[in-house]
């Protein structure tokens, strides 16, 4: 005969000992209730087919509150207050003894994970609530018996299966485990450092290849996530600081940022207009004081670059243009060009004899 005993408390081994004296019983019965609470009060009856009955109860993991006989029938009040944990309530008999104990029973496999979210480096996964009495825990193995992760959620960064196991409180564990398949959206590796050119008014920055998959984009932030600009190379001709940042195509998810620093040459100024006095033969210019940390040389053409002369003045016998540019004497970096137009104011000839 079986009872089915739930309970909510500790003990592994619950037993109700009926003391049969020196009798040896062919037949005996108890009933009573087969499902009850902890701390709850239930009654119990012992019918045995025969005119000799025990006078005797011995309860164990509860107390005993009453025992009195009614005709054939003996009657036992008992208050389950001693701990104990779900199971099944078996009879048997050795000897004159009959015992009745329940064993813990094993507590039934978790209902299945489910994915709460999946984001870029890592998966949540969830489970359910675990019935009264036992406790899910998350396993890395379908045989695992960790008991370190009993939280609603996991948070997975790497693999691609997790199982979840019940265990009652008495310390059964479930004769299986749930699972959950998963994947994980991985963020991409950081962008390698770009070529930077420092040019006079400009920085040129050079990216190189990105991955099969992932595409490279310039930002003007750390955390940014524009879409705008995958170019090989960028010009900059302000600021101090570029960002590089690697996108999986696929699932959208964005890698840490490359920060690219850069320095931009300034270009010196136009130089002001130089003086010109025309005078018969020849004209004179006469240029200005150049800034600090600049010089400004007279050139032969617009685009010149000759470091020759660098003098206040410079006497032209011929011609009507010439000019004046900025160098920045660290850097190396010219200006734009000043055109000077002057003429010469010619000479007559020597009278004839």
């Known amino acids: ?68 006989k009614s005709g054939s029938t003996y009657y036992v009040s008992a208050k ?29 496999t978790p209902s299945t994970p489910t994915i709460q979210s999946t984001n870029c480096g890592n998966t949540v996964l969830a489970r359910g609530n675990p019935p009264s009495g036992v406790t899910w825990y998350w396993q890395s193995t379908s045989s695992g018996t960790s008991t370190s992760n009993s939280s609603s959620t996991i948070t997975k960064t790497s693999g691609t299966i997790q199982y979840l196991r019940a265990r009652s409180s008495s310390g059964t564990w479930s004769s299986s485990s749930s699972n959950k398949s998963y994947s994980i959206n991985t963020v991409p590796a950081i962008p390698s450092a770009p070529t930077v050119v420092n040019d006079c008014g400009s920085a040129v920055l050079t990216k190189g290849s990105s991955p099969s998959g992932i595409t490279w984009y310039w930002q003007s932030s750390s955390s940014g996530t524009s879409t705008s600009n995958s170019m090989t190379t960028i010009s900059r001709t302000t600021g101090t600081v570029y960002y590089l940042r690697a996108r999986n195509n696929s699932s959208g998810c964005w890698s840490s940022s490359r920060t690219v620093n850069y320095s931009i040459n300034s270009v010196p100024s136009i130089p002001s207009a130089p003086a010109v006095t025309n005078n018969c033969g020849s004209s004179i210019l006469t240029k200005g004081s150049s800034p600090s940390g600049i010089t400004w040389y007279w050139q032969s053409s617009s685009n010149g670059t000759s470091t020759s002369s660098s003098s206040t003045s410079i006497t032209r016998n011929s011609g009507t243009v010439y000019y004046l540019r900025a160098r920045n004497n660290s850097s190396g970096c010219w200006s734009s060009t000043r055109t000077i137009n002057y003429s010469i104011n010619s000479v007559p000839g020597t009278p004839s004899t």
Not at 85 to 93: A, D, I, P
């Open 1 to 68: 005969m079986i009872h089915n005993f739930n309970l909510n408390k500790k003990n592994t081994l619950i037993s109700l000992i009926l003391l049969l004296g020196s009798f040896t019983w062919s037949y005996a019965q108890i009933t009573g209730s087969s499902s009850v609470q902890a701390n709850s009060t239930h009654t119990y009856q012992f019918n045995n087919g025969q005119s000799q009955y025990p006078n005797n109860w011995i309860i164990s993991g509860g107390t005993l509150l009453s025992s009195w």
């Open 80 to 108: 389950w207050d001693g701990g104990m944990s779900n199971g099944t309530v078996v009879f048997t008999s050795t000897g004159n003894y009959l015992y009745v104990s329940i064993a813990s029973s094993a507590p039934s």
